[in-house]
């Protein structure tokens, strides 16, 4: 018991229940939870029960039997000597007050497992569904200790409640002291559990106002979207100086020009979020952090983070596990305009960072794009999206590979007018002059391209910049801005001797682009072999490899390559080596060309060799790597028709040394910010090989996008962003839900190949794909990190407070994973919902239905038991597990005579007919 | 030194070479997978392509990764 008591004058209750009303508003309570509630049952024959003392009654000790009416009854917490409730608590979130013996829950520890509602005999303790607590009444002891008296008594319309100090109501019993006893104010609390950051409740509100459709005046609706840009880059921390001002300005003017009163008010709420919270924007700005939180909490899942262009990788995986592959496509193209070239190209940088990955094998993210892509093409679902109105500007882009190509399909989107110039007489960069057929066929590259065309962007090919066209003449033509990605097509030479002499077809060393290109472009005399019977390769990248298999499938008979080191520091990638190996290529590791040997050199003539030495790794002073150094008197010759060189390519500045104030690095790339893909020139942006040196199809998609934004930003004078931009959450998918067992068996499919005959000879695709039922098996692997974001709450709660210790999930951890498995979920777990109340990100849940309690992560079932129903009105009280659990903490404190199951509503009606017996004494 | 894809690798200083951008400086500390080494030479002066957890994906000069 406490100190206190609350005496309820039964004659002069009139059932107003204004006691229940007001204990709800003072405790913010939502509908459900009742701390004090009036119960009205009639007539019961029940058991006469002693003076107060939870033991003698859970002992069943009766003083007789007689008729009781339940009428009218307050019930509220008795406050328990020995609280059952603190005995079960497994956080020690349920406290006694030493002085006054209040019973209360701490917010700040209750882990939500619901284990004191189960144990209180009485149905004192409740749930609060809102913040995923327990509640209780606590005699409102923040107003105790103020001197006031609870929320209930002030306002009980009948003055039948009467609070005070339980000695002068019953004199002996109690003989603490009611010292006054000041309660410390719960600040922390406060934040955790009633603050919003009004960054991210802006962003949700403007994401809500824009969904509607109702902001149709288009000026205003660009400036909202104009706003919710700029505050995304706050929430994100890249935001920059100017970032508010122009916030505040574009607010006006939706105000001011507005022509509607959806608008006025749009731009009336917007610029009251900014002036009211205005220091918290600052913050955002200052700091780069969110003090609630929140505006970290949509962090994106990790694989989305490491695409360079941002793709919602969980979510189109998602859309194709339910086989919505055109919805997939839409999603992708969000981001990237060639799905279906990604699909068989991409280098994915994903896959390294999928969390799958650290428990078996990552999801086959890249190559579910392509399937879905080819299917949505075949249902002629592949659509662009509707553009947005011209906006009466023009950008020109130089050069129509992936980075061109996205740039100008995103800006053309915006509603720019676009003009693509390419050297060449068709569009696609290195992925139609580098990548070789039997990997990228075509027709893919076709398809996507033609997107573009459908969408009006205007290719002039055969059009070389520096030389058809100039800077100059192109603004005098009305372009505004300008975006170079021209790529990295010049090869590094040899420099061996030999290498430059002429033969009949060229130079004596053919350089690997070379070759891919004229065989991509058929610009070759297919009547002679070309390049030759036996050729040899120097290098041992992926561009060695792609020039080494393309000789193969020119028929050629010995496939040589020559590289300087060993196999375990071959920079191309294992597998295509692999395959190449089968294929027939052979490797001559810790080889050195030092001259190219023919005959009649200079006379129109033939190579016969490639002289080599022998090199021995030897690690050099002061550095942890091992270099080649060629062994003396090793000397030896490779006979071959032709030498390909293929060590790496670099971008040829020429076309653009008629703009001198563009910037170069040390590494003869052009220069221009990561962020906002500027260069040294205003006006002018770059992106792709040309910035970056030889990399990836998906980086200089990433990079065209960025340099779509920035040029957006820059033709409309919106700041730009700081920090690289955040990938965008492009849909909130429904998980798919299967068993824990099942997925976790599911095994990436292997990838099937074309026969190696086959392959040997022609220029067929080589990888042939996954069938029908193993994509969408593949993509259900997803974990859906986009909703659980590995905070690893879940696993604290029930090894650190539940002590049950049944979620092993050692993927959670990226630096140290460990072991994974989910069968132990399924052995031990006891269903309490610690983990589900606990989650903030909802990704954890924990559901009833047909009459089973399941625990599911992400759709993940982890568990799923047998409900156990209350004995007396059916409600569900749990499964069996939680409630021995339950009985098991109980067992420390008191021994339950009566093994009946009651819910907390029939316990409170229980504990009404008790106190109607106990009462009867001052009735 | 020659980095292999798939390598963990942390951002444990700033470059002082111009592949090194201002907004770096706030990945120093960070972990993250290499998921493009330079494919062509296996330079060690190239820019190799690191995914950083919770960050993104960049270029970044060798001389401030080290292998965790
Ligand atoms: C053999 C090889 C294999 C590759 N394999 C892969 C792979 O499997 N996966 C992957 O992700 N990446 C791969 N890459 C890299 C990838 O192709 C490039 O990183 C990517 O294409 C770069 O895109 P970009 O738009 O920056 O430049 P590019 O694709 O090179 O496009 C530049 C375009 O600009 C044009 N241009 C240049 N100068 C001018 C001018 N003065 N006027 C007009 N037009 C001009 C060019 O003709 C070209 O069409 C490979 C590269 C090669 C060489
Ligand atoms: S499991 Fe799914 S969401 Fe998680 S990283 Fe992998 S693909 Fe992305
Ligand atoms: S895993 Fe089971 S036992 Fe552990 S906290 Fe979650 S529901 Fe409770």
């Known amino acids: 018991m406490s100190n206190y008591y609350l005496f309820q004058d039964r004659k002069k209750c009139i059932g107003c229940h204004s006691c229940e009303v007001q204990c709800e508003s003072y405790k913010s309570l939502p509908s459900g939870p009742k701390l004090c509630q009036i119960v009205q049952d009639g007539p019961h024959v029940i058991d006469d029960l002693p003076m107060i003392s939870d033991v003698r009654f859970a002992q069943g000790i009766t003083h007789g039997r007689s008729v009781h009416d339940i009428k009218h009854i307050l019930m509220s917490c008795f406050h328990c000597e020995t609280p059952w409730c603190v005995a079960a608590c497994p956080a020690g979130a349920m406290k006694k007050r030493p002085l006054d013996g209040i019973v209360y829950v701490d917010p700040l520890l209750c882990i939500g497992c619901k284990t004191c509602i189960a144990a209180c005999p009485w149905g004192s303790v409740q749930w609060n569904p809102e913040k995923r607590q327990a509640v209780k009444c606590d005699f409102c002891m923040d107003r105790i200790d103020r001197g006031l008296k609870p929320a209930c008594v002030t306002v009980c319309t009948s003055h039948c409640l009467e609070f005070g100090a339980i000695e002068q109501k019953m004199p002996g019993l109690r003989k603490k002291s009611l010292a006054h006893i000041s309660a410390p104010k719960d600040v922390k609390a406060e934040i955790l559990l009633e603050k919003r950051c009004p960054v991210n409740a802006a962003i949700t509100e403007i994401e809500r106002i824009l969904d509607t459709g109702n902001l149709i005046d288009p000026k205003s609706r660009r400036r909202t979207e104009k706003i919710l840009e700029l505050m995304q880059d706050v929430a994100w921390g890249r935001a920059g100086s100017d970032h508010l001002q122009s916030m505040e300005s574009f607010a006006q003017k939706i105000i001011k020009e507005g022509p509607d009163d959806i608008s006025i008010k749009t731009g009336q709420f917007l610029e009251l979020t900014l002036t009211e919270h205005h220091e918290v924007f600052v913050s955002h700005l200052q700091t780069n952090n969110c003090a609630t939180g929140e505006c970290v909490k949509i962090a994106p899942a990790p694989c989305q983070m490491a695409c360079p262009a941002g793709i919602d990788i969980p979510t189109y995986v998602t859309l194709i596990g339910m086989g919505r592959d055109a919805e997939a496509i839409e999603v992708i193209r969000k981001d990237n305009p060639f799905p279906w070239v990604c699909g068989l190209v991409c280098t994915r940088p994903c896959e390294f960072m999928c969390v799958r990955g650290r428990i078996d094998q990552p999801v086959s993210i890249k190559y579910l794009k392509a399937f879905a892509a080819e299917k949505a093409m075949l249902e002629g679902r592949y659509v662009n999206p509707p553009k947005k109105p011209d906006k009466g500007q023009n950008v020109c882009i130089i050069g129509a590979g992936p980075a061109g190509m996205s740039a100008a399909y995103y800006l053309s989107l915006m509603g720019y007018g676009i003009r693509v110039i390419e050297a060449l007489p068709t569009a696609g960069g290195m992925m139609l002059l580098g990548i070789p057929r039997y990997r990228l066929p075509c027709r893919i590259i076709d398809l996507e391209v033609t997107m573009l065309e459908e969408l009006g962007v205007d290719f002039r090919f055969n059009t070389n910049f520096g030389k058809d066209v100039s800077l100059d003449s192109l603004k005098a033509e009305g372009f505004e801005a300008f975006f170079f990605a021209i790529g990295a097509h010049k090869s590094f030479d040899l420099n061996i001797p030999g290498e430059t002499a002429q033969i009949l077809n060229g130079p004596q060393a053919i350089q690997a682009i070379d070759l891919l290109r004229r065989v991509a472009l058929g610009d070759w005399d297919q009547n002679i072999k070309w390049p030759g019977e036996r050729v040899v390769i120097v290098g041992g990248g992926n561009v060695a490899i792609d020039a080494a298999r393309t000789c193969l499938r020119l028929g050629c008979k010995d496939v040589r390559m020559a590289y300087r080191r060993t196999r375990s520091e071959m920079p191309a990638d294992v597998e295509e080596v692999e395959q190449a190996e089968e294929e027939g290529v052979q490797i001559s590791f810790l080889t050195i060309p030092v001259a190219i040997i023919g005959t009649g050199i200079g006379q129109n003539d033939r190579i016969t060799g490639i002289r080599c030495v022998r090199a021995e790794l030897i690690a050099q002073e002061g550095g942890s790597r091992k270099i080649p150094v060629p062994i003396e008197g090793s000397e030896y010759l490779i006979e071959t028709d032709a030498v390909i060189s293929a060590i790496g390519q670099q971008v040829d500045q020429d076309c653009l040394s008629s703009i001198p104030k563009l910037k170069w690095t040390r590494r003869n790339t052009l220069f221009a910010s990561n962020v906002n893909m500027k260069t040294s020139v205003p006006g002018i942006f770059a992106a792709g090989d040309a910035v970056s040196g030889p990399a990836t199809v998906i980086e200089a998609i990433g990079g065209g996008k960025r340099a779509a934004d920035a040029i957006d930003r820059y033709l409309s004078n919106t700041p730009q962003p700081r920090m690289p931009p955040v990938p965008v959450r492009r849909g909130r998918i429904d998980w798919i839900e299967m068993s824990a067992k099942v997925k976790m068996a599911l095994q990436r499919p292997v990838m099937s190949l074309l026969p190696i005959d086959r392959r040997r000879k022609t220029f067929q695709q080589v990888e042939t794909g996954y069938p029908e039922q193993n994509v969408r098996e593949e993509a259900a692997r997803c974990l859906r990190c986009d909703i659980c974001f590995r905070c690893g709450r879940c696993v604290e709660i029930c090894r650190d407070k539940m002590k049950v210790e049944a979620l092993k999930m050692g993927y959670l951890d990226f630096d140290r994973p460990g072991p994974t498995d989910f069968s132990v979920a399924e052995r031990r777990c006891i269903l309490c919902g610690a983990c589900a109340a606990n989650c903030p990100s909802g990704a954890m849940r924990m559901e009833d239905s047909s009459g089973e309690r399941v625990l599911s992560l992400c759709g993940m079932i982890l568990n799923r038991q047998k409900l156990i129903h209350c004995e007396s009105c059916g409600a569900v009280m749990g499964t069996a597990g939680y409630l021995e659990y339950i009985r098991n903490k109980h067992q420390s404190v008191i021994q339950v005579a009566d093994p009946r199951t009651h819910c907390y509503i029939c316990a409170r009606k229980t504990m009404a007919i008790y106190t109607a017996s106990r009462l009867r004494q001052y009735d | ?68």
Request: net charge negative.
């Open chain 2, 1 to 68: 030194m020659g980095f292999r894809k798939g390598q963990k690798v942390e951002i444990y200083k700033k470059s002082a070479d111009d592949g090194w951008e201002s907004f770096m400086d706030a990945y120093v500390g960070t972990h993250g997978i290499i998921t493009d080494p330079d494919t062509a030479i296996n330079d060690s002066d190239a820019l190799v392509e690191v995914s950083l957890v919770g960050k993104g994906t960049f270029r970044f000069p060798q001389d401030c990764l080290r292998c965790i």
